[in-house]
């Protein structure tokens, strides 16, 4: 079975940070786009950073850019968000996703529409 397994996440300080792990199960892990997304209540999911299996090509979005890291363990078939410097506006559920590795990273990452697995969502609140 395909699937995507998320952990992290909770409830976190503002100013602070946590970490996403995205486990990979059923499928060939390194011919794919695994990207991240966030969703507010009532909203569309927004990308914050993609990455391909395959050849470590990365891309960020524009909202969170310059506080997000992804990052890669292959050997765990594992995905992570490093996200720092929270507010706010960073709350939400996170989603990871994975389409094969067939189109460029950035246009992949520019739509959730690309993504045809999803983990079940990380609920991520922040505290004043």
């Known amino acids: 079975e395909v699937q995507l397994v998320q952990s992290g996440g909770g409830l976190v300080q503002a100013g602070g940070s946590l970490r996403l792990s995205c486990a990979a199960t059923?499928?060939?892990?390194?011919?794919?786009?695994i990207g991240w997304f966030r969703q507010g209540p009532g909203q569309d999911r927004v990308e914050v950073s993609c990455m391909s299996t395959q050849d470590g090509t990365i891309v960020y979005g524009d909202s969170m850019e310059g506080r997000v890291t992804i990052s890669i363990d292959s050997t765990k078939s594992t995905v992570y968000l490093q996200v720092n410097s929270l507010s706010s506006e960073d709350a939400g559920v996170y989603y990871c996703?994975?389409?094969?590795?067939?189109?460029?990273?950035?246009?992949?990452?520019?739509?959730?529409?690309?993504?045809?697995?999803w983990g079940q969502g990380t609920p991520v609140s922040v505290s004043s």
């Open positions: 996703g994975a389409t094969p590795y067939n189109v460029e990273v950035a246009r992949a990452c520019s739509t959730a529409g690309h993504f045809t697995v």
């Open positions: 059923g499928f060939i892990f390194d011919d794919h786009v």
